[in-house]
Antibody, heavy 125, light 108 residues
Framework: QLQLQESGPGLMKPSETLSLTCNVS??????????WGWIRQPPGKGLEWIGS???????FYNPSLKSRVTISVDTAENQFSLKLSAVTAADMAVYYC?????????????????WGQGTLVPVSS | EIVLTQSPGTLSLSPGERATLSCRAS???????VAWYQQRPGQTPRLLIY???SRANGIPDRFSGSGSGTDFTLSISRLEPEDFAVYYC?????????FGPGTKVEIK
């Protein structure tokens, strides 16, 4: 059974760079069966896709966050990571990692099958 | 960007009743690539439906999805106590997928 677990820094200050890691267990990140993604949810609000990555390193980003986001993969450690630069209070959210399944048609995005438990990232000065 | 609107915002029903949740897109969703997720209080979202009508692994058959174009529906045939939750629709027909604001199904 595939399991995903986020880990991160806890409290962030405005302008800092957020770094999160998702550890994958119960399967290999380079199996090629999935992409791997990040989604966030501000407290009491809805969901927002941040971006996804394939084990080869090919990345896909939400245009609204693209200028501040970097997603990378470490196949040796069976994990993938998120960096979000110049955080503000608007970036305070629960951050989830999840398996991303891409639609078959050209230009399609991803849906999310298997989710981690999520990690709350507060942003405060 | 495709904007999703979900209605109603809150649905008050009793266990055993049927729930019908609506998701309307601001433009046609390519290939009817719509998913539905359930989020119970304090829990992680769970995939219910993908491709508008395909149930995810382990999802009971009381959950069904339908629709095409701009109008999609999630139906729960007979509400169980564990079904009271928030439900999100999600379109992934475009490269930058978007989520709806959610419908809360609460106990009447």
């Amino acid at each position: 059974q595939l399991q995903l677990q986020e880990s991160g820094p806890g409290l962030m200050k405005p302008s800092e760079t957020l770094s999160l890691t998702c550890n994958v267990s119960g399967g290999s990140i380079n199996s090629g069966r999935h992409h791997w993604g990040w989604i966030r949810q501000p407290p009491g609000k809805g969901l927002e896709w941040i971006g996804s990555i394939y084990y080869s390193g090919t990345t896909f980003y939400n245009p609204s966050l693209k200028s501040r986001v970097t997603i990378s993969v470490d196949t040796a450690e069976n994990q993938f990571s998120l960096k979000l630069s110049a955080v503000t209070a608007a970036d305070m959210a629960v951050y989830y990692c999840a398996t991303s399944i891409r639609g078959f048609t050209p230009g399609a995005g991803f849906y999310f099958d298997n989710w981690g438990q999520g990690t709350l990232v507060p942003v405060s000065s | 960007e495709i904007v999703l609107t979900q209605s109603p915002g809150t649905l008050s029903l009793s266990p055993g009743e049927r729930a019908t949740l609506s998701c309307r897109a601001s433009q046609r969703v390519p290939t009817s690539y719509v998913a539905w997720y359930q989020q119970r209080p304090g829990q992680t979202p769970r995939l219910l439906i993908y491709g508008a009508s395909s149930r995810a692994n382990g999802i009971p058959d009381r959950f069904s999805g339908s629709g095409s174009g701009t109008d999609f529906t999630l139906s729960i045939s007979r509400l169980e106590p564990e079904d009271f939750a928030v439900y999100y629709c999600h379109q992934y027909g475009t490269s930058a997928g978007t989520f709806g604001p959610g419908t809360k199904v609460e106990i009447k």
